[in-house]
């Protein structure tokens, strides 16, 4: 099992909440990754950090923001919650070698917006 | 359109019955072919990592094929279990930058029953 967190599992909100999912991983990987997965629906990339300072915006247009002060953590917030924004999010790490490193992901974290 | 296509969708078997995942592709440049298995309410975890000089990699009861010529590859399972139960997801990724972005497949749920 890789050694990468998220919190929290679940999570239930009312719209126009603010949120921060939580993720954190300790292999010292400097790559990192949040993911959208819906079901039945293949993974969406909406952010990624190649290391502590660098963050881009993914695959897939997302009102999120992310930060990675820190080697280890990367949390994703959502300014304003929207019954859009219901889906698992999924973080995820790679290792320093190369692109054929594998991704470690963490469990997701269930949102659900009302 | 760089592409993934899995199939079946999802598929059925009885425990201790072999079966094998389809992966079609059409993401060029390749650089290699990923298989992650995701249990229910987890994150994916990662089977194989083939490269383009690869044609066959075991990972113990699974063995991954890959013809990067025609652009398919197999997830054989043998001897199922019921743990196998999960979805089974291909992932390619291209050489089109060093992080090297990977398309996902919508992955097939594999159901083993007792």
């Known amino acids: 099992e890789a050694d990468i967190y998220q919190t929290p599992r679940y999570l239930v909100i009312g719209t126009g909440k603010k949120i921060t999912l939580e993720c954190s991983q300790t292999m010292g990987h400097d790559k990192m990754y949040w993911y959208q997965q819906d079901p039945g629906m293949e993974l969406h990339l909406i952010h990624y950090s190649y290391g502590v300072n660098s963050t881009e915006k993914g695959d897939l247009s997302s009102e999120s923001t992310v930060s990675r002060i820190r080697t280890e953590h990367f949390p994703l917030t959502l300014e304003s919650a929207r019954p859009s924004h219901t889906s698992q999010y999924l973080c995820?790490?790679?290792?320093?070698?190369?692109?054929?490193?594998?991704?470690?992901f963490g469990n997701g974290t269930r949102l659900t917006v009302t | 359109k760089n592409q993934v296509e899995q199939s079946p969708q999802s598929l059925i078997i009885l425990e201790g019955k072999n079966c094998t995942l389809q992966c079609n592709y059409t993401v060029s440049p390749f650089s290699n072919l990923r298989w992650y298995k995701q249990d229910t309410g987890r994150g994916p975890v990662s089977l194989t990592i083939?490269?383009?000089?690869?044609n066959t990699k075991s990972n113990g009861r699974y063995t991954a094929t890959l013809d990067a010529d025609t652009k398919q590859s197999s997830l054989h399972i043998t001897a199922s279990q019921l743990s196998d139960s999960a979805s089974y997801i291909c992932?390619?990724?291209?050489?089109?930058?060093?992080?090297?972005?990977?398309?996902f497949g919508r992955g097939t749920q594999l159901t083993v029953w007792p």
């Open positions: 083939m490269t383009f000089s690869e």
């Open positions: 995820a790490s790679s290792g320093n070698r190369d692109s054929h490193s594998p991704l470690h």
């Open positions: 992932v390619v990724s291209d050489r089109g930058s060093t992080l090297g972005r990977l398309y």
